[in-house]
């Protein structure tokens, strides 16, 4: 019984920035990682970034120095600073927690358009 809410996903120009939240509750207490995926139309779905409770971060190629990934174990909540962003980053974005079962939890999904 989890639950992931997410919240600041919408529409920019190419080049303006959003930060993306997603809050874990429910009868998980901590999460050993949480973190972001996404998926465009016609894409495979890939993890953008992800961070564990020792704040080790990962980030995919592309997104690298644009993207900026935190979280706050005490909250259960992790933040996606977004920057310098391109139309190619147009995606449904999707928060994940993992348990220490190694149980992954999803977000519904929050649309991030950026126009050219």
């Known amino acids: 019984q989890v639950q992931l809410v997410e919240s600041g996903g919408g529409l920019v120009q190419a080049g303006g920035s959003l930060r993306l939240s997603c809050a874990a509750s429910g009868s998980t207490r901590s999460f050993n990682s949480m973190g972001w995926y996404r998926q465009a139309p016609g894409k495979q779905r890939e993890l953008v970034a992800s961070?564990?409770?020792?704040?080790?971060?990962y980030y995919i190629d592309s997104v690298k120095g644009r993207f900026t990934i935190s979280r706050d174990n005490a909250k259960n909540t992790v933040y996606l600073q977004m920057k310098s962003l391109k139309p190619e980053d147009t995606a449904v974005y999707y928060c994940?927690?993992?348990?220490?079962?190694?149980?992954?939890?999803w977000g519904q999904g929050t649309q991030v358009t950026v126009s050219s």
């Open positions: 994940t927690a993992t348990s220490p079962l190694l149980r992954t939890y």
């Open positions: 961070i564990t409770s020792a704040d080790d971060t």
